[in-house]
């Protein structure tokens, strides 16, 4: 097994005069599943934009010692960043194949290689001349995965995999990116709860207004109790300030 790293340093993200992500700092490696979790607006899906490249961005994103801070998203899936975005954002008229041919020639991957990419998980092989728009929501989202894993990535970013999933398919997703991790790849996960991945997450960071403010190394439940904690601490300090509504400002 390979292992990768990935390090953001500082990474700003901006969008007009809001701040959607303020100087997050971070690490990923290969070997273990790493999340980011905060409530929604808190920056994650800017976080990983941030990191793909599909942002403007201040900060340093480091994969394996090389600094890809000035590449745009396309050079940065070339040299082994992926994602899996949030609302999976297929091509809904297309077939499912076609999706997948789609991947390959902008990265220009090798002939096959779509094909190849039905068999990542067995549904897609049957599907595979069916538009992607009347697939069920867990098979989207197998597409997704199977698409950004047709470069053989050495990063794998994914917002809110299981969003909206049936217990039984979180469960096949989250085997299938357990495995990725331990194959050497550097997963990094975005989800608003651990929910049903706590046991998936071998450790992760709390952001929340665009700030990492607690990390924890020792799995998923120790990454829920930081983020508990945090979220108390933020609403204690909010109410101390006197404000009222909701303790955390939404973020583009």
Known sequence: MTGHELKVED???RYGGAVA??????TARSGAVTAVVGPNGAGKTSLLL??????????????????????RALARARRGVAVVPQGRQLFPHLTVLENLKVMAETLRLPRGRA???LDRFPVLRTRAR???GVLSGGEQQMLAISRALM?????????????GLAPKIVQDIARTVAGLADDGVCVLLAEPTIGPLAGLIDRGHVLIR?????????????LDEAYQRAMGATSTEFERLGGTGSAVAPQP
């Open 11 to 13: 990474l700003t993200v």
């Open 21 to 26: 992500v303020d100087a997050a700092s971070l």
């Open 50 to 71: 941030g990191v793909y490249g599909s942002v403007p961005a201040r900060g340093r994103v480091v994969v394996d010692g090389a600094d890809l801070s000035g590449l």
């Open 115 to 117: 094909d190849a990419a």
């Open 130 to 132: 069916g538009l992607a």
């Open 151 to 163: 470069a053989e990535p050495s990063v794998l970013l994914l917002d809110e995999m299981t969003t």
């Open 210 to 222: 665009g700030r990492v403010v607690a990390t924890a190394e020792d799995g998923g439940a120790a």
